[in-house]
């Protein structure tokens, strides 16, 4: 199978997205705060689930926003929640969890989603983004 990669720039109200499958590297910065999350967000999930089947042994994923709505939220928790199955059958999964170091909700929220998950993250604390 073909690698699949895609790159998404960042606007006002959407992030930075970078999937490149082969790396097994995936990546968010920014801001998300569209009302239209599902529809930005099924993209990449799609793409996701695609890049299980190419063989990737390891994969990684970046989590650096400065703020994200709630709906944003779910669409973050589905995208988590298939790399946890991901893990769940055996690919070695990480998740890398920026937050400004003064920004104690965003690591919470972190936390809430690796305790709902049973998934350990990497809390990395930046001055700011």
């Known amino acids: 199978m073909d690698n699949i990669t895609m790159t998404i720039e960042s606007t006002q109200i959407t992030p ?20 239209a999350s599902l529809e930005f967000y099924y993209p990449i999930l799609s793409n ?5 089947v190419t063989g990737t042994k390891t994969f990684t994923a970046n989590f650096a926003f400065e703020y994200f709505n709630t709906s944003s939220s779910k669409c973050l928790f589905d995208i988590l ?3 946890a199955q991901f893990k769940s059958q055996g690919m070695d999964v990480r998740v890398n969890w920026y937050y400004e170091e003064c920004d ?21 604390a930046i001055k700011e983004f």
């Open 81 to 83: 929640k298939r790399l």
């Open 104 to 124: 104690d909700n965003m690591k919470e929220t972190g936390e809430d989603y690796e305790d709902v998950l049973g998934m350990s993250f990497n809390y990395i």
């Open 16 to 35: 930075f997205v970078q999937l490149d499958a082969k790396a097994g590297i995936l990546e968010f910065k920014g801001r998300s705060s569209s009302s």
């Open 48 to 52: 996701i689930d695609k890049t299980f």
